[in-house]
């Protein structure tokens, strides 16, 4: 079970170079389950592969998430046999349970926890020469997973590079601790990178869950 006092909030704005946000969040705090999924654009937009992505994993997801995410690869990889064009997906997913946090990674969003205003575990995007090499519905190589133990006062953090890519792990401890709460942290965060010039204006989407 959960401790009754965690907070969380996520937010997902499009950017400018887009039709449609092609990010897709999830935020459960009844079961732990946080998620975020970026659509690869090239060459279709990856919008409904993260919808279908982050919506198969919260029904699919009955504790394993290494296994989950297996089964969500297998649905989107068995829809894009009908419908090509769907994309294809980053998807970090993390789940609080027990005292731990369980995090599991496939592509170039990002996880974070902070302890006492430092960074103790960040996710390694999965990209070379600017290509990703892992990713929901294409190349998928099988999740990453991480495991820490979780104490009160900490922070969760989950962000698309929409965020990473402009926020960099010393911005980012910056603004929780001048921030602290969840639903300002995450405001304060795609406002900021909203008034930065920004070589490509991507969506950008973050999720915080403060233990």
Partial sequence: MLAPRIVSYGASIKGEEHKENEDTILVEDKLGLYAVADG???????GPATRLAISSFRSLFKGDL????????????????KSPRIGSSTLTAAHL???????????DSSAFL???????????????????????????EGATLYNQE???GD?????TDGVTAVLNHDEIEDIVTRQ?????????????IGRRPRQYRDDRSMVVVEV
Avoid: W
């Fill in 40 to 46: 690869v654009t090239m060459p279709y937009g990856g």
């Fill in 66 to 81: 290494a296994e989950t995410i297996l089964q969500v690869n297998t649905t989107v990889l068995d829809e894009k046999k």
């Fill in 150 to 152: 979780i104490k009160s």
């Fill in 180 to 192: 602290k709460e969840p639903k300002k942290i995450v405001e304060y965060s795609l406002r900021e």
């Fill in 97 to 107: 349970a027990d005292g731990n946090v369980r995090i599991a990674h496939a592509g």
């Fill in 114 to 140: 902070i302890r006492e205003n430092a960074m103790i575990l960040k996710t390694a995007a999965q990209n070379r020469e600017g290509f990703l090499t892992n990713t929901i519905g294409e190349y998928f």
């Fill in 155 to 159: 922070y969760l953090i989950l962000a």
